[in-house]
């Protein structure tokens, strides 16, 4: 579908034949969310307002939502966020090292909150998933509340994919592929740490070496699921410890930072339905390995 947003209404228009209701439900809009649609006459169609969703579209109508203006609910940071894509509905930001994605301030979600004001965006901040504060990397924030629930679908589904760079000690060779799949669960004794476990919660990584030079390995890493250090934690207990990864990993000078990465993010987008692909700006930490460049 092709859309556009203005003046505080989003309009989309409808490539196909479909109930209203369905393609509400296919958007992640609640059962509450469109009772208020429509019971505060927030929901067009054609520019009629809608009694009820119960209702069969065709090609080319125009569907209508009132959107809202709404200020952010974080305090404005200083500094305002690096964002590398947006459109309408969301945008994707690179989150430096040293900082967490969200507190009550010095974080990334007040840093959102500062862009939002520079830039006039009427929205609350709005992150639809987390790095680990000294990781960096790609964070998505969803502009119109009203979608952040398609987005939680999608992260939950594993059909928003985050690929990470990581840059370990250890032996191997180029092109060896791995996929670690031991559970992972807190470690008991240690705060904020950890630990392969069988009492864990199910966790997938999938791996490849793509670079070898001297005894650091570049690995990419893809999720299939979301357990909190869970890169960190399967490299680590395969023997292949990232490096300046204070809990988990091996100091190197080489590196600035922690050589985890969230560099590339792909979804398909809830309007269009078209697959975006979004790499984040170069890392210098990563500059030794030239295989990066045609990631």
């Not at 959107?67 to 305002?80: A, G, L, S, V």
């Not at 830039?119 to 502009?143: N, S």
């Not at 060779?173 to 799949?181: L, M, P, Q």
Request: aromatic share 10%.
């Amino acid at each position: 579908m092709n859309y556009t947003f203005k003046d505080g209404k989003l309009n989309l228009m409808i490539d196909k034949e479909i109930n209203l209701a369905d393609l509400l439900e296919d958007l992640g809009i609640s059962r509450k969310n469109r009772y208020l649609l429509i019971s505060e006459g927030k929901l067009f169609l054609n520019n009629e307002q809608l009694k009820n969703t119960d209702i069969n579209m065709k090609r080319n109508d125009k569907l209508s939502f009132v959107i809202d203006p709404m200020e952010p609910d974080y305090k404005p940071d200083d500094k305002e966020c690096t964002v590398v894509w947006e459109d309408d509905l969301i945008y994707i930001v690179s989150k430096p090292a040293g900082i967490i994605v969200h507190d009550e301030q010095n974080s990334l979600a007040n840093q959102a909150a500062r862009y939002l004001l520079n830039h006039d965006i009427k929205a609350p901040v709005r992150y639809i998933h987390r790095l680990d504060k000294e990781t960096y990397g790609l964070v998505m924030f969803c502009k119109i509340p009203l979608f952040q629930p398609y987005f939680d679908r999608r992260l939950e589904d594993r059909q928003i994919n985050r690929t990470y760079l990581a840059i370990a000690k250890g032996k191997g060779k180029a092109g060896t592929k791995f996929t670690f799949n031991e559970k992972i669960g807190s470690d008991r004794h240690v705060n904020n740490r950890f630990r392969v476990s069988k009492t864990g919660k199910e966790a997938i990584t999938k791996a490849e070496i793509l670079d070898v030079k001297d005894d650091l390995l570049l690995f990419r890493c893809r999720l299939l699921s979301g357990r909190t250090h869970q890169i960190r934690v399967h490299l680590s207990y395969h023997g292949f410890p990232i490096v300046n990864d204070e809990i988990y990993g091996v100091r190197s000078d080489k590196l600035t930072g922690m050589g985890l990465w969230a560099y590339k993010l792909d979804f398909i987008h809830p309007f269009t339905h078209r697959k975006i692909t979004v790499r984040d700006i170069d890392n210098p930490d990563f500059a030794m390995f030239t295989e990066r460049q045609a990631l």
